[in-house]
């Protein structure tokens, strides 16, 4: 199949690199031109682990292409996806689908025999209605179908989601566009890709329904936490407990600072919106997102109260991007966090294994470390803010010795408070009395 990515951003480079593993022809399109001439150099604007390679593999094979004119591309294509950015409209909270338009105004004029037009980007319900009437507007002799088929990848393993996923979720009623998109999936599996088919408007709202119910889970887990460091409970151990319920899960129940990244705050913002159009208030929903930015807030007030004050005092924060195997610092944790211990008095000093040069553009007043170690020596506090694997194992006797006062904030419960005391450390984590027992 011949296939057209516009948009080079995460969902698009990783979807083009994909399509092109699974053996499409795939020309993935951006108005860019430095960030094209830089993946036709092999520069991969976007940390993503696997990522490099794979889009190597198949440029070398053939399969996968580079460009910022989409004509040729798009006149080709059997399937031309939109994967271009939806921010969050500035003042409202709604989802931004002006780069989604002008991309369904373009895609129009160049399309050339059958094509199926579809929708990759997360997008309003009824916006799949919307570009088809510009592009019957635009050029009324297409032969064109546009269905939805939003993406369910997680950054850090975007490439494995792709590959191995829980569901492929696909929004046409068109008997043609079915089988196009089927054919385009089916290298997924031998006997059946794990495809559901459903009406338009109903796979435009799986995707904000899913990711919304992912934040309430992580949001419930926080408020737990909560309670559990008042009762002397250990949260860890609740989250365990209740996950072990098939009707529960595991999965999205880690208690922490709160969720952050492109996805859950901006989706959950727009289905609050969404609802508040349509005179159906989602008021779990909206709860969600109220707890989550009080909890992000909150943060630097545990920093304080642990190191007994922060007024002229430096904190060590180690992870600054919104989760671990990524360089994104949307909404990340670290960013309120960041301030709210500057507007207590405090010194920061950070490190990031991937994440320093995005975190500059939001956290310009702060001083960059490129080593943990180094982060830590002389600072009143240390927190542990993002969970990845080189903060797992630290040295704990050298970061002692570091550290001006023995602090450490666990915000991702990282150690275990019983090894951290017995070191010497005052230590405080999430949703676990500091010592066992209390």
């Known amino acids: 199949m011949r296939i057209a990515m516009i948009g080079t951003g995460y969902v698009g480079l990783v979807s083009g690199a994909c399509f092109a593993d699974f053996g499409h022809l795939v020309t993935c399109v951006d108005k860019d031109g430095d960030k094209i001439a830089g993946l036709r150099r092999g520069e991969i604007p976007i940390f993503e682990p696997g990522l ?12 996968l292409d580079f460009a910022t004119d989409l004509a040729a591309p798009v006149a080709s294509a059997d399937a031309v996806f939109i994967a271009v950015g939806t921010p969050s409209r500035r003042g409202d909270g709604h989802a931004d689908l002006s780069y989604v338009h002008a991309a369904a105004r373009e895609i129009a004029v160049a399309l050339s025999g059958f094509t199926v ?28 179908t546009v269905a939805s088929n939003p993406e369910f990848l997680r950054e850090g393993a975007a490439i494995r989601d792709f590959k191995f996923p829980d ?11 079915r089988k196009v998109l089927g054919d385009i999936y089916r290298p997924l599996s031998l006997n059946q890709a794990p495809l559901m088919f459903t009406e338009r408007r109903t796979a435009e709202l799986i995707k904000y329904a899913a990711n919304a119910f992912l934040a309430t889970k992580i949001t419930f887990i926080n408020e737990i936490a909560d309670l559990a460091e008042k009762v002397g409970a250990n949260v860890q151990e609740v989250a365990r407990g209740i996950g072990l319920d098939n009707r529960i899960g595991s ?19 727009a289905l609050v919106k969404i609802a508040l159009d349509h005179d159906v208030p989602l008021r779990i929903v909206e709860a969600v997102l ?8 909150a943060m630097a007030r545990k920093v304080a109260s642990a190191a007994g004050g922060l007024r ?26 960041v301030t709210g211990l500057l507007d207590l008095g405090a010194k920061v000093r950070a490190h990031d294994p991937v994440g320093m040069d995005q975190a500059r553009r ?29 903060y797992r194992a630290l040295d704990l006797q050298r970061l002692k010795r570091e550290l ?17 005391k017995a070191l010497g450390f005052v230590y405080e984590s999430v949703g676990r009395a500091s010592e066992p027992g209390k």
Not at 251 to 268: E, I, Q, R
Not at 367 to 381: E, K, L, S, V
């Open 52 to 63: 490099d390679a794979l889009v190597a593999a198949n440029v070398k094979a053939g399969r």
């Open 117 to 144: 037009v579809v929708t990759k980007s997360t997008v309003p319900v009824g916006t799949g209605d919307e570009v088809e009437r510009l592009i019957r507007e635009a050029n009324p002799s297409a032969d064109v």
């Open 167 to 177: 569901r492929i979720v696909v929004g046409t009623s068109d008997e043609r566009a």
């Open 251 to 269: 999965k999205f129940l880690h208690a922490g600072p709160g969720f952050g990244g492109s996805c859950f705050p901006k989706d959950t913002r």
């Open 290 to 297: 109220a707890v989550n930015d009080n909890r992000k807030r």
């Open 312 to 337: 002229g005092k430096t904190v060590a924060v180690l992870g600054l991007t919104f989760k671990p195997d990524t360089d994104d610092m949307r909404e990340a944790p670290s960013i309120p966090l």
């Open 362 to 390: 939001e956290l310009p007043d702060i001083d960059y470390c490129d080593d943990p170690y180094i982060c830590a020596r002389g600072a009143d506090a240390l927190v542990i803010v993002t969970e990845w694997v080189q």
């Open 404 to 420: 001006a006062q023995p602090v450490v904030v666990d915000l991702r419960n990282i150690y275990r408070p019983d090894e951290m």
